[in-house]
């Protein structure tokens, strides 16, 4: 293994030479996120993608994510450091089976969580995340909304709102694994800290939370209030921002499980050859893209 002195300096040299940019979602590891120029939630990456000039965008996080930057600005080279770093959620619909649900709600609109692949984005209304997710359904004329895929959110959401959710039935494995018994225990060990969830989590989890925010929320919201100790129920690698920020805070986690292992695949050495080797370049089909883009532009209009 090299030196990790040595990779940091040549991937600053390397970014200089190429105009790159490095984007890293909040669940890297934390040495990626320390490199980065900006680590942030979905919204917030997508928000950079738009906002930024540089010619190479280095996407640390998952191959959606790296997607959406690529819909959004296909004049710019988009590199997913990791090829395999996939979202199994992302992979819980496809477009047949979309297509069939449309079918069956013709008067439904199709509100897409932006964990999705470039296709059903483009079979979609409306992209949303978990920073958004309310907004954006009640933004909507329609009285139906066809939520995909994360069956968590959608039922999160349809409580905030007068609208038929009709909610897909997919799942981010790594906060669906966390159950309401983890959480008690976690709230008896540190009775004085306040539980924040992520609203991929099971109802059960989001029934016992004192807030439910998406990852850069959850980060805004632990440096606003006033409280001294958190426990964190959304993927682990949060935490580091999280006590980098907070120092004279306490944070727990919920589970030492709720490990998401294709955020972790990421390492300083696949960005340094990222950009030594310009790889992995993802790119979307020019029809599909434009349809994507719809969707997402839609939602970046829509008031956060
Ligand atoms: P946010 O950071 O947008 O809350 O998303 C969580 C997530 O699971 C991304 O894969
Ligand atoms: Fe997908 Fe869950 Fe991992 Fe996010 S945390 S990338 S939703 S599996």
Not at 62 to 72: K, Q, T, Y
Not at 131 to 140: F, H, K, M, T
Not at 154 to 175: E, L, Q, R
Request: charged share 25%.
């Amino acid at each position: 293994m090299q030196d990790m002195k040595k990779i940091i300096e040549r991937i600053n040299i390397l970014k200089t030479e190429l105009d790159a940019v490095i984007l890293a979602h909040n669940y890297q590891r934390p040495e990626v996120q320390d490199i980065a120029d900006f680590t942030g939630d979905s919204l917030g990456l997508s928000q950079q993608v738009v906002n930024s000039d540089a010619d190479v965008i280095v996407f640390c996080g998952v191959d959606f994510m790296a997607e959406s930057a690529a819909i959004l600005s296909p004049e710019k080279i988009v590199l997913l450091p990791e090829k395999d770093a996939g979202c199994p959620m992302a992979e819980m619909v496809d477009v047949i089976s979309l297509d069939d649900e449309k079918k069956k709600h013709p008067d439904a609109a199709v509100v897409c969580y932006v964990n999705s692949s470039a296709l059903i984005k483009a079979q979609s209304d409306i992209c949303c995340t978990s920073a958004n997710a309310i907004d954006v359904v009640n933004s909507l004329e329609e009285d139906e909304v066809i939520f995909v895929p994360d069956k968590n959110l959608g039922n999160y959401v349809a409580g905030f709102t007068d609208k038929m959710i009709y909610s897909w039935d997919g799942f981010c494995p790594t906060h669906h694994q966390m159950r309401g018994h983890d959480v008690i225990k976690a709230k008896e060990e540190h009775p004085d800290a306040l539980f924040l969830a992520h609203p991929e989590c099971r109802t059960e989890v989001l029934d016992l939370a004192d807030e439910v925010l998406s990852t850069t929320g959850m980060l805004n919201y632990a440096k606003k209030s006033d409280a001294k100790e958190f426990i964190i129920g959304t993927e682990n690698g949060l935490l580091h921002r999280l006590s980098k920020e907070n120092p004279e805070k306490k944070l727990y986690y919920v589970s030492e499980f709720t490990i998401c292992t294709n955020m972790k695949i990421t390492t300083l050495e696949s960005v340094l050859d990222a950009l030594e080797n310009m790889q992995y370049v993802i790119t979307v089909p020019e029809d599909t893209r434009l349809k994507a883009k719809e969707a997402l532009d839609r939602m970046l209009a829509v008031k956060r």
